[in-house]
């Protein structure tokens, strides 16, 4: 169970080399506090927003997955090179990819933010969430301060990348790439699409046989959304079988090395508390598990607000079982009840799947558009599962 | 300014009074006009919104229609499979028991089948009856090209349901198919895949992987070139894989191409309708905009937009509103609920506000609608949609007297 290689060494870990302002392990890390903060939507409107809270923790009983309150050791996010963000469609991967990019940053890393695609045509979410232009259409880094930068990448760009690598001349490359035959097969045989943003992950994500130095200290990846990520992490097994020697085996073989290692890899899947992409997030782990990815994390996003004691929340649902319609009010109720059931879930599943760390954000109505980010970041910078112990 | 605002007073205030404030009457009869004459229904859309769930209870709006309904999903949404009693590895489409939610006097003359796109069961079967003989069968099944391929899941899911789609289609099993559409970040993907794969399917191109044989100038350029470019990237056993796979494949290839071309021809004919379910989402216009465009320019069959799980057609009175002789009515309140209604009146105010922006987008859906086309909004249940009940009462409210009333 990878999540449990998570755990399995907590005794050791002192052991192990720290890399800069890492983990202190004579120093206790604090118990939770409860947080206050937006997340605005990717149109910056006026709009629904989230907020890590520890309230609904605390109520929702105890919650073991929230280790950092037991004094169990925390594995930091970020002492992790490559984050993989992933879930169910419409969960908010995007927004959280960028604010994790934008922490990131703010605690000193050079990070890069990579947006998988099919194509360029249409203008890049997480390059705007990050500041950037979102109609940039090349397949290459673009730089948004000195600490981010965020790439758009694509199959076509990695069969380029891999024919520039392989060939002689950058010119027979580009005339490979310019046969109509060559580059029908690589876009429409099954699963070569998948290889070719695995090659040009790759460059981003090795270290410099040099220096020994990655280029970037944290690469976060926004993967697609469940099906197809599953589609990206099961593809070496089928590939390996078909190549049995050359440089695409190896480049596999690479990204195998890379992605299976707890220290370099982590994924994090992001969910919202309703059943099906709960059970969504269940199917995800597994097949996480299966592809032998280490999971870094789960984070619950829109969080319905409550403000209910358990006797208010039964008085009131009793109150519109015989009033019905009469007033507003019962869908946000039932919307509580539905978040409180899908975290117990997610709380029963941990426990019989093995413990993933679970972050939690609250829903939260705004006013100001603008100002949400960056307090998501604020959220986050407290959030000791992000933190860079100091 | 919103649309809400155009409206006459009197008019917005009689709607209301009538509950029924969004009178879709139109929409809803366009929708009932698409399940009862047309073949195939697609559904797209971004992922997350709602698109196997809407499948679904259009397949069972269909079915009590009268019409011989399959559905059929790409979407690994086990739980819904679960809810409605099937298994979701199934090889064959699975009869879905829908007489058992609707009254014994209403007859029904439709059925309802749900499936599950499984990849590999279609590509054996396709491979035992398009190969030349079972001999031949027998040597791609041994290939190592084949038994990789089995565990291969990109890509290949897009090939079979396009492939079990002919199937259906050409059989004339069902009345109406109801297409679920892989999730992706765009709704346009699904559209581009039939193309993709023509174009792969081309017989020029795949025969360059085949051995060799007689052929023209430029096919054996590229065939040069190809080679020595996997020469070198993949090792030799590679090529003679291909060539292996490709040689006992061609001829299948072939008939796969034909029938990928029969349903493009299909999906774009007026056989068809795609409509765009879309989630009350602030990009929802925008993507609306951008997806009925590109039909258009395709020349492909767009039915109309869903709004799915909105609070448009929520109620409109509003509980920070509550006049004195309602809350008379309730007599007097314990303690604790007191105490709970002034901690839901936020809750309450959110919910009002939410409903006024749903039901802004929601017109401006029909604006963009116009009159080739409409948009009809599904109410949010509340909650998700766990089992045929709860498909039975999204049909009630996207098509209501449909079912006499719902058991």
Known sequence: ???????????????????????????????????????????????????????????????????????VVLEKLFDRRVIMVTGKGGVGKTTITAALARVAAKQGKRVLALDLERDLESPSTLLRLLGGPDAFR????????????????????????????????????????????????????????????????????????????????????????????????????????????????????????????????GAVAVTLPEPLPVSETFELLDGLRRDRVPIAGVIVNRIPQDPFEDSERQSLLEFFLTHRNEVLGEWSLRRILRAREALERLQQGFAEQGRVPLLTLEEQWVEQPGACMAALMQIFLDEPWLMQAA | MTLDDERPKQQKADEEMQGEHLNQGAARDALRGVLQNKRIVVCCGAGGVGKTTTSAALGVAGALLGRKTLVVTIDPARRLADALGMPAHADTPQRVDIARLVPEQQDIQGSLDFWMVQPFPIFDEMIRTL??????????????????????????????????????????????????????????????????????????????????????????????????????????????????????????????????????????????????????????????LYFQRVLLERHIPFGGFLLNRSLADHPKHSFLSLSAE??????????????????????????????????????????????????????????????????????????????AAVA
Not at chain 2, 214 to 230: E, Y
Request: net charge neutral.
């Open chain 1, 138 to 265: 090349k397949d290459e880094p673009y730089v948004i301060s000195p600490q981010i930068s965020c790439a758009r990448l694509t199959p076509r760009g990695g069969h380029f990348q891999f024919l520039i690598d392989q060939v002689p001349f950058k010119m027979m490359a580009q005339a490979a790439m310019n046969s109509k035959y060559l580059t029908r097969f690589l876009m429409a045989a099954p699963g070569f699409q998948e290889l070719g943003l695995i090659y040009r992950m790759l460059p981003y994500i090795r270290k410099d046989p040099k220096t020994g130095r990655a280029h970037y200290d944290v690469v976060l990846v926004d993967l697609p959304a469940t099906g197809h990520a599953l589609a990206l992490t099961s593809l070496p097994k089928p590939f390996l079988q078909i190549f049995q020697g050359g440089p695409i085996r190896a480049a596999i073989e690479e990204a195998q090395h890379y992605f299976y290692d707890t220290k370099v890899t």
């Open chain 1, 1 to 71: 169970m990878e999540s449990d290689a998570l755990f399995a060494n907590t005794g050791s870990r002192g052991e192990r080399p720290l890399r800069g302002m890492g983990w202190n392990p004579t120093k206790p890390i604090q118990p939770h506090k409860p947080f206050r903060g937006w997340i605005e939507r990717s149109d910056g409107g006026r709009l629904l927003a989230c907020v890590v809270g520890c309230d609904l923790l605390k109520e929702c009983g105890s919650w073991d997955v929230r280790f950092a309150a037991k004094g």
């Open chain 2, 326 to 403: 309602k809350r008379e009515s309730w007599g007097t309140l314990p303690m604790s609920l007191q105490d709970a209604f002034e901690k839901l009146e936020p809750l309450a105010a959110h919910e009002y506000a939410l409903s006024e922006q749903h039901f802004d987008l929601y017109h401006r859906l029909v604006m963009l609608a116009g009159k080739q086309s409409w948009a009809l909004a599904a109410p949010h249940l509340g909650e998700d949609i766990e089992d045929l009940r709860g498909l039975f009462r999204l049909v009630d409210a996207l098509l209501p007297r449909l079912v």
């Open chain 2, 131 to 288: 190969s030349a003989s079972p001999e031949d069968a027998e040597r791609i099944y041994k290939t190592r090209i084949y038994q990789a391929t089995r565990h291969l899941v990109a890509g290949m899911q897009e090939y079979m349901a396009g492939e079990s789609l002919f199937q259906f289609y050409s059989r004339r099993t069902y009345d109406l198919i109801v297409l679920d559409t892989p999730p992706s970040r765009n709704a346009i993907d699904f559209l581009n895949a039939p193309d993709q794969i023509l174009r792969f399917l081309d017989s020029r191109i795949l025969r360059v992987f085949a051995p060799s044989e007689s052929s023209g100038f430029f096919l054996n350029r590229a065939r040069k070139l190809l080679n020595s470019v996997f020469e070198q990237v993949a090792g030799l056993s590679f090529l003679s894989d291909t060539q292996e796979f490709v040689g006992l494949m061609l001829h299948i290839f072939d008939t796969l191409q034909e029938h990928a071309d029969t349903v493009r021809r299909v999906l774009a004919s007026p056989e068809s309708s795609h409509l765009l379910v879309t989630s009350p989402d602030p990009l929802a216009l925008e993507e609306a």
